[in-house]
């Protein structure tokens, strides 16, 4: 039909009628069924009312409402609206905001892992920039430099290395012990030990020093523990 059909029936809106006041067998039902539980409730039928108006209702059809231009805002507030498309949001809203949210946390966890892992290349250039700078001044010193650790020779500058006559790598992992002169070994170890022992000043002393072709070279020491690598030295 090329105009609004309007009925009293139920089922004919669902049929493709537009609008009516109809009778509804789900309403009539229901005003049935709590009837029911009264009396099973043991509520005597005698006290219950006769319903003489039929639970009506105000039922429209979606489709022919936007058939003839006819606005939803614009029907009853207690209006029945058939055949109205559900959105994918509103059948499925659990699982949009839960998939949401997850994505909001884990978005959250990456920048923060982000910003985390920036902070610590940075850290890492400067600490590689401040081991560069404090090797290359050590690289550089006019004064013999050696890192000592388990009594073993772990970083030794070209100046020391010079000075016995031997390369820095030869000297590596050697024990100091080795290149202390005879009758000042006793000294430069008990330095040595009471450093190890937790006596974190600086100890000043002389000793001597053997070559690689046997000389011994008289020397000044100016000894102190530092952290080496997680441990002391």
């Known amino acids: 039909a090329n105009v609004p059909i309007y009925t ?14 109809v009778v509804s067998g789900h309403e009539q039902g229901r005003a049935a069924g709590a009837m029911a539980l009264r009396i099973l409730a ?19 059809n979606y489709a022919q409402l936007e058939r003839f231009g006819l606005r939803e805002r614009d029907l009853p507030q207690s209006a029945v609206l058939v055949g109205k498309p559900v959105s994918f949001y509103r059948e499925h809203w659990e699982w949009f905001w839960g998939v949401g949210i997850a994505l909001l946390v884990q978005g959250v966890l990456i920048a923060i892992l982000i910003i985390n892992r920036e902070k610590l290349r940075s850290a890492q250039r400067a600490l590689a920039e401040s081991e560069e ?8 010193s006019t004064d013999g430099i050696t ?7 772990r970083y030794v500058n070209r100046r020391l290395a010079e000075m016995l006559g031997q390369t820095t790598e030869s000297l590596m992992n050697q024990s100091f012990r080795d290149y202390i002169a005879a009758d ?6 008990a330095i040595y030990e009471s450093n190890m022992a937790g006596d974190a000043s600086m100890a000043t002393h002389e000793s001597r020093l053997v070559r690689r072709d046997g000389r011994i ?4 020491f100016n000894s102190c523990p530092i952290q080496y690598m997680g441990r002391r030295a």
């Open 8 to 21: 009293c029936w139920d089922f004919t809106i669902e049929a493709g009628a537009m609008a009516g006041r």
């Open 184 to 189: 000042a070994l006793p000294g430069a170890v």
């Open 217 to 220: 070279t008289d020397v000044e």
């Open 42 to 60: 043991g509520e005597s039928a005698d006290a219950i009312p006769i319903v003489r108006e039929s639970p009506n209702v105000d039922m429209f």
């Open 133 to 140: 700078k404090y090797r290359d001044v050590a690289e550089h």
């Open 147 to 153: 890192i000592v650790q388990d009594e073993r020779l």
